[in-house]
């Protein structure tokens, strides 16, 4: 047979079993996040210290009072100082025997915040750097309607503050023979989304990233995760009423956290909550990613609406 025939009877074969082991792995993932009913002892895995950005509200502080329970040294890096030393200030009250560090920091202002925080963390041995951070519109937009700093800022926050940070502990990490990233992406890296146009690339960017890193460093004892929820019900998503009427698919930050967390260790891509899992099967079912992404315009078309009625009958009380 010749190597050509070769060439073409594997793209074949790929192309058929493709879809099998996507769904194998799948189902694989949702009986993990399922059954996972207890997380890695993860200081004994990766070592002491964590470092989580975005970290005082959200999953983010969720993420961090999980891994202080297993007794981690937590480096806590977020804008504001004053939710910054609330955090430390709870962490120590609860877990007097770990160490804290905060660091204010706004990416938002770019490449320049991360000598500050190369400064801080020379003398830490990072064993788990959780990439939280992020920013979305206040409510599903045109992209001519987006603010130059509504696009600056997805940029320096969502793609940016995960690319430095990663960058400035990988080495320490690689020399060591051991580590973890987690990288918070979102469902939305699944098609292009019409009304969360940079939102959804700057996600696609997470994805790509975090597959690249992990076939790069996982022969150095690096793994590599990556989250795709789908909402979470955060500050993020007040656009719309309809998420809190939704509330087992769209759980809240010390739920979702509890969840993801245990899979750290065990799954290198999920979306983290099992409710989560049969969305995203249900939501690949819709069989061209083109397609997937009109209906997502259709979607955010109805949470833009909600935008505007919410905001219209609190101008109409505020009048009245």
């Not at 082991?21 to 890695?40: A, C, H, R, T």
């Not at 249900?282 to 997937?292: E, Q, V, Y």
């Amino acid at each position: 047979m010749s190597a050509r025939l070769v060439d073409i009877f594997f793209i074949l074969m790929g192309l058929a079993l493709g879809p099998i082991l996507k769904f194998l792995y799948g189902l694989y993932g949702f009986f993990i996040n399922l059954l996972s009913y207890k997380p890695i002892d993860l200081k004994a895995r990766f070592g002491n210290w964590a470092v989580v950005t975005g970290c005082t509200d959200g999953i983010g502080k969720e993420y961090v009072k999980l891994l202080a329970k297993q007794k981690m040294n937590i480096v806590l890096i977020s804008r504001n100082i004053d939710k910054l030393n609330a955090t430390k200030a709870e962490l120590e009250k609860i877990y007097p025997d770990i160490e804290t560090i905060i660091i204010k920091t706004d990416f938002s202002t770019g490449r320049k915040v991360i000598d500050d925080i190369r400064v801080h963390l020379k003398d830490v041995p990072v064993a788990i750097l959780v990439n939280n951070v992020g920013v979305i519109t206040e409510y599903p937009m045109y992209f001519g309607e987006m603010s130059e700093s509504d696009l600056w800022d997805t940029i320096n926050i969502n793609i940016g503050a995960t690319m430095s940070l990663t960058h400035l502990v990988i080495n320490q990490m690689k020399k060591r023979g051991n580590g973890a990233i987690v990288n918070l992406s979102s469902a939305s890296e699944m098609m292009p989304l019409p009304l969360m146009s940079i939102y959804s690339a700057s996600k696609i960017f997470i994805r790509y990233f975090s597959d690249s890193l992990r076939e790069e460093y996982s022969s150095h004892g690096i793994t590599v995760q990556c989250l795709s929820p789908f909402y979470i019900n955060t500050k993020m998503i007040n656009f719309s009423k309809k998420f809190s009427k939704a509330y087992y698919f769209v759980p809240d930050p010390e739920t979702y956290a509890r969840h993801a967390l245990k899979t750290l260790g065990r799954l290198n891509s999920t979306t983290g909550f099992w409710l989560h899992d049969i969305l995203k099967f249900f939501s690949l079912m819709i069989p061209t990613r083109m397609l997937r992404s009109k209906v997502g315009f259709l979607i955010n078309k109805i949470y833009r609406n909600d935008y505007f009625n919410l905001h219209e009958k609190q101008t109409q009380a505020w009048k009245s």
